[in-house]
């Protein structure tokens, strides 16, 4: 059976069980895998542990092993490589927020830039929380001092909803700890170091085009301040009238997302720069920072940390009872849970395809037809992301099809290249089934049309605007 077959059924599976049957995105992954597995012949799985350099005994049980076996071992690796890292960053979100730490960034953002230059301050709080919180709780953050804002001013509402998302939803695709470009980067064995540098450099880019594009849409477009069903104007005032004395200081509001930043970005850094060296060919100090990013820049260790200084904030700023206190730990970590099962789900679903070869048949066909592997990865996960509406689901499905054909030797570029154009695919076009389009279209009191005017058409300006940025990188710095 044609491998392309076999990712048709696959996909399938996925979207018509989103879609259609209304399965939760967890259950569809995990059937798509176990049909994919059992369509998967035992010569191709020969080829495939082949094609993997598998000795003999590695082959013959991999071939043996039945479909339930692989997907289990598949999902066994994706929770091994990300689960810690899902986990820390779900508590570190909920203790940003609790704790106050989220809103300080904000405010301190918008009294360094002004009001009249606030579209800067929410796109560059939306990219800094965006890191280690999720779209929609970044988004239900500030979309109170966007309405606030613009009760005050009575204009530029559409400009203060569109630089809300544009950096928030950008980090959330290119820089890890979220769980989608985490999982691109693991499966193309690339540092999270090196994934988090290149994704906060494009998504800078990709920002600027979003921001360019927020205020010629609110130019052409004027929007009105809309009440939204769930809270009144004066009640989302009221929420931004916190002292300012309860807030942590900008300082500790910032570490913990700062922080692993520079810890696993600097273990990335040392080891690309004294890697190949040998320990006595290194100064003293050159070993004791090797040392120092070597042991705290693991991603696991850096994330543990970063969680136990959110923690002290929240037990500092926070006045919680302890059961109170273990009651929003454990809301953290059940919403993590949920991600990492999914998370998890889409590991065993890419991890079977490969076995079946579908990665070398789409670079055959790449090659046959003159199609650039960029802007073929950066289509397939649109595709995908338009069918089903997830743009993590999106990039785990892609990187499945497309991890056999990651070696810089087959791209001819460093496979950093691949996860952005993957990351970047990951956004065009929200519609109705995606969550991210509900939030901002009922918390903003927009009409669904009005929400794809502004925000999915923002997104996909980003989109396309990454993948040149990328194609054109990859032409001039390959890095190989």
Request: hydrophobic share 50%; with cysteine.
């Amino acid at each position: 059976m044609d491998p392309l077959l076999i990712l048709f059924v696959g996909i399938v599976v996925v979207v018509g069980g989103i879609l259609a049957l209304r399965l939760h995105a967890f259950l569809a992954l995990i059937l798509a895998a176990l049909v994919v597995g059992g369509l998967t012949s035992k010569p191709m799985l020969e080829k495939y542990a082949a094609n993997k350099k598998m000795s003999a005994g590695e082959t013959a049980k991999l071939a043996g092993q039945s479909v339930g076996e692989r997907v289990a071992v598949e999902f066994g690796k994706t929770c091994a490589s990300l689960g810690i890292l899902v986990a820390m960053a779900a508590v570190i979100g909920k203790c940003l927020l609790e704790s106050g730490a989220a809103e300080k960034i904000v405010r301190k953002s918008m009294r360094a830039v002004g009001e009249k230059n606030a579209p800067f301050a929410f796109a560059a709080s939306g990219f800094t929380l965006g890191i280690p919180v999720f779209f929609d709780t970044v988004f239900y953050l500030l979309i109170p001092l966007g309405k606030a804002l613009a009760s005050r001013t009575k204009r530029n509402y559409a400009l203060y909803i569109m630089t809300i998302s544009c950096g928030t939803t950008m980090a959330h695709s290119l820089i890890p700890p979220t769980p989608g470009p985490l999982v691109v980067a693991d499966k193309l064995g690339l540092p999270v170091g090196t994934m988090m540098i290149a994704g906060i450099i494009l998504g800078i880019f990709t920002t600027a085009a979003g921001l360019a594009y927020s205020y010629w849409a609110n130019n052409k477009w004027p929007l009105p301040i809309r009440e939204s069903g769930e809270t009144s104007l004066a009640e989302l005032e009221k929420m931004n009238q916190r002292d300012e004395r309860e807030l942590p200081s900008f300082f500790f509001a910032l570490l913990p997302i700062a922080l692993p930043v520079f810890l696993i970005g600097g273990d990335s850094l040392v080891s690309q720069l004294w890697g190949d060296l040998k320990p006595v060919d290194l100064a003293a100090w050159q070993s004791q920072l090797m040392w120092f990013f070597g042991t705290l820049g693991d991603k696991n260790l850096a994330l543990v940390i970063s969680a136990a200084l959110s923690l002290a904030l929240m037990v500092r700023y926070k006045k919680q009872t302890r059961e109170q206190f273990g009651a929003s730990i454990q809301s953290a970590l059940a919403s993590g849970g949920l991600i990492i099962l999914i998370t998890a789900a889409g590991g065993a679903f890419g991890g079977v395809l490969q076995q079946t070869g579908v990665g070398e048949r789409i670079r055959d066909l790449a090659a046959t037809y003159q199609i650039g592997i960029l802007p073929l990865a950066f289509f397939v996960t649109t595709l995908i992301r338009t069918a089903q509406g997830s743009a993590t689901v999106a990039m785990i499905t892609t990187i499945g099809m497309m991890q056999g054909m990651a070696s810089p030797d087959t791209l001819g570029f460093h496979p950093v290249y691949l996860a952005l154009a993957i990351g970047c695919g990951s956004k065009p076009f929200a519609w109705m089934n995606d969550s991210g389009f509900w939030v901002v279209c009922k918390m903003s009191g927009m009409t669904e049309g009005e929400t794809m005017r502004y925000f999915s058409t923002l997104l996909t300006v980003m989109a396309f605007t990454g993948l040149f940025i990328v194609m054109l990188a990859a032409k001039l710095f390959p890095m190989l």
